[in-house]
């Protein structure tokens, strides 16, 4: 295992940490961890150069952008994931989002089932998706994260999920 994916690691599980107690991403974290990995992939001799560092960021936080302006996720995601692309580079940020995406797909479900509120979850999403075909793809505030009444999942720990996914296979 390279630096990259074990400080990406460490980053995740400390994510998942501060996700579950206070569900909040410490901005210190995912700022800190980015501009870590951008000094780290300029000047390590193992790194993969600062560019790499930077896309991976952007490509992170533009997959991740879609949702949050959805008011689907909070910035924090949006943050740790662009961190965590900042470490593994582009590529491995996109597998990321995506086994992430997945990931929280089947721990909602998981969680709303355990909570009772699946059938409520899923006349949402059905809400959501007649608005959207009616409206156009925007914001719909009775669903969205803030004012739902629905459980919540420290999203965190689907990232971490996507992250070994990613890291494993890729």
């Given amino acids: ?5 074990l400080c990406a690691l460490v980053i995740g599980c400390a994510a998942c ?3 579950v107690q206070s569900r909040r991403i410490p901005n210190w974290l995912t700022f800190g961890a980015a501009g870590a990995a951008l000094v780290f992939h300029a000047v390590a001799p193992s790194g993969g150069g600062f560019m790499f560092a930077v896309t991976g960021w952007f490509v992170g936080a533009l997959i991740m952008f879609v949702p ?5 996720l909070g910035a ?3 943050k740790l994931v662009a961190a965590l692309g900042a470490w593994l580079g582009p590529m491995n940020a996109m597998w990321l989002a995506l086994y992430a995406g997945v990931a929280g797909f089947v721990m909602a ?3 709303a089932a355990f909570h009772g509120y699946l059938r409520t979850a899923v006349r949402n ?3 959501l998706l007649q608005h959207w075909t009616a409206n ?3 914001p719909l505030e009775d669903i969205s994260l803030e004012g739902s009444s ?11 999920a996507g992250l070994l996914v990613a890291v494993w296979l890729h």
């Fill in 150 to 160: 629905g459980p919540r999942l420290a999203y965190a720990l689907p990232i971490f």
């Fill in 76 to 78: 924090g995601d949006v």
């Fill in 136 to 138: 156009g793809v925007r």
């Fill in 68 to 72: 949050f302006a959805l008011r689907g």
């Fill in 109 to 111: 479900v998981v969680v």
């Fill in 17 to 19: 940490v501060t996700d």
């Fill in 125 to 127: 999403i059905w809400f």
């Fill in 1 to 5: 295992m390279n630096t990259s994916t």
